[in-house]
């Protein structure tokens, strides 16, 4: 569903992602973990077609995002950090401008099923802009989530939700992944995403580190004490590399 071949992205002389390869199967969740200005965002605006690649080949559900780029977009939803709503705009006109957008025939009931399981059922006829931050981000994701897109890249998506948001939110993106969507999570999160994800990618400036299926990658940093988590996975990792650079 995602295949990204050899992707780097440079800013004048500063060089955000490098020589980047990995790939993301129908029904997998892979996490995108690393530290602040590691490349993660840049990885995921660059999948969504928000900002050009300088190199490489990357395709979403089959369509290259330069050579076919409308193709690509309507098989993805891609919810930023900070999602850009309609502040004017109801949380209903919502879902009929990205049904519009999309081209979705009868979405009402998938619309008002979306309401229902993100609790937004009572906000419907309210502007976005007296929403809470937890409520704007719920509705960025049933947005997403409308046009029942294959692919579904979410950047820091738990930022201001209460622990009923975030439970709903995790069990979306399970049912999101049985249905058959490839998943991308990037989050510092790293029990989260250590518990959710079947998959794994750990940037550091710009290049991967270690990818995999999670449990392999755990593995392999394991030393005999048959408990490592991601969090050891990402420190050994990290600071290594901070060794290394002096």
């Not at 705009?89 to 008002?112: K, R, S």
């Not at 979306?114 to 906000?123: D, V």
């Not at 755990?218 to 650079?245: G, Q, Y």
Request: glycine letters at 8%; proline letters at 4%; hydrophobic letters at 40%.
């Amino acid at each position: 569903m995602i295949q990204v071949n050899n992707f780097t992205k440079t800013y004048n002389d500063f060089v955000a992602v490098q020589n980047l390869s990995f790939r993301v199967a129908a029904g997998e969740i892979l996490g995108l973990v690393g530290p602040n200005g590691a490349g993660k965002t840049t990885t995921l605006r660059v999948l969504s077609g928000i900002i050009p690649p300088g190199s490489g080949e990357l395709t979403v559900a089959g369509h290259d995002i330069i050579g076919d780029p409308i193709a690509a977009k309507q098989a993805l939803g891609y919810i930023p950090d900070d999602p850009r709503l309609f502040d004017t705009l109801t949380v209903w006109e919502h879902l009929e401008f990205i049904a519009a957008a999309y081209g979705v025939a009868d979405y009402q009931p998938t619309a008002n099923a979306l309401l229902h399981f993100f609790n937004l059922e009572g906000k419907r006829h309210h502007v976005v802009q007296g929403l809470s931050r937890g409520m704007r981000q719920k509705l960025a994701i049933a947005c997403a989530y409308l046009h029942q897109p294959k692919v579904i890249l979410f950047d820091e998506p738990l930022t201001g939700l209460d622990p009923a948001g975030i439970r709903a939110i995790k069990e979306s993106m399970r049912e999101r992944a049985c249905q058959g969507a490839a998943i991308i999570i990037s989050s510092h999160l790293l029990s989260m995403v250590e518990t959710l994800c079947t998959h794994l990618l750990l940037l550091d400036h710009g290049e991967a580190q270690c990818f995999g299926r999670m449990e392999d990658v755990l593995r392999t940093f394991d030393e005999a004490k048959h408990d490592t988590t991601l969090e050891d996975v990402f420190f050994s990792i990290t600071r290594e590399d901070a060794s290394d650079t002096g």
